[in-house]
């Protein structure tokens, strides 16, 4: 069965300029996460929703960044005003649910170039 | 507060040899662990993940974990290197309660000579 995919693969974008990146989480898989890994900074956890409640936006680092899910299907991260440091590969991961015995499976990103 | 140390940025092995990544957690509650491998320009897949079943845990492609409580350590072992296992391998502890978001550590390089 299909994965999870994110598009684009590679984006590069002026400072200051707006990006949505997309997420399709495997289907049925009711949790949904994202993860930025950057050089500085190794993986870190942004946000991650669950089903129709409220989304866990605990480790988004600025309130430039937000994401949205409709339901259990697409989600896209949005970053306003680009910095430099946002540079990095940005990775989606769901999970059929968010229990002890659940695994994420991970997409295999976008990588955002800020110039 | 939960935490993952990964105690080597680099190893390198020769094909046929004996691979020993080493990872160490700090969880308030019994945690869940996992491996991850990264191959260039790909996503994070499981190798294999403890969640309070067997200590001993067996994964994809030969590799296999113990949990240890007493050291808080859930190092990752292979009998025998082949040039395929060259990646990124990361540890990862999950949440105790709420979101079950992944904390993972700095990742370990492994470089395997022919």
């Known amino acids: 069965g299909a994965g999870v995919s994110q598009s684009p693969s590679n984006k590069v974008t002026e400072k200051g300029k707006d990006v949505e990146l997309r997420c399709d989480p495997i289907?049925?898989?009711?949790?949904l996460y994202w993860y930025r890994q950057s050089l500085g900074q190794g993986l870190e956890f942004l946000i991650y929703f669950q089903g129709n409640s409220a989304p866990d936006k605990s480790g988004l680092p600025s309130d430039r960044f937000s994401a949205e899910r409709t339901g259990e299907s697409v989600s896209t991260l949005t970053i306003q005003r680009t910095q430099q440091e946002d540079s990095a590969v940005y990775l989606c991961a769901s999970s059929s649910g968010s229990g002890q015995g659940y695994e994420q499976y991970f997409g295999p990103g976008t990588r955002l170039t800020v110039t | 507060a939960q935490s993952v140390t990964q105690l080597d940025s680099h190893v390198s092995v020769s094909e046929g040899t004996p691979v020993l990544l080493r990872c160490n957690y700090s969880s308030s509650y019994s945690p869940s662990l996992f491996w991850y491998v990264q191959h260039p320009n790909k996503g994070l897949q499981l190798l294999l993940k403890y969640t309070s079943a067997a200590t001993l845990v067996k994964g994809i492609n030969g590799f296999e974990a113990e949990f240890k409580k007493s050291e808080t350590s859930f190092h990752l072992t292979k009998p025998s290197a082949h040039m395929s296992d060259a990646a990124e391998y990361f540890c990862a502890v999950r949440m105790d309660t709420g979101r079950r978001a992944l904390t993972f550590g700095s990742g370990t390089r492994l470089q395997v000579q022919p």
């Open positions: 289907s049925g898989h009711t949790a």
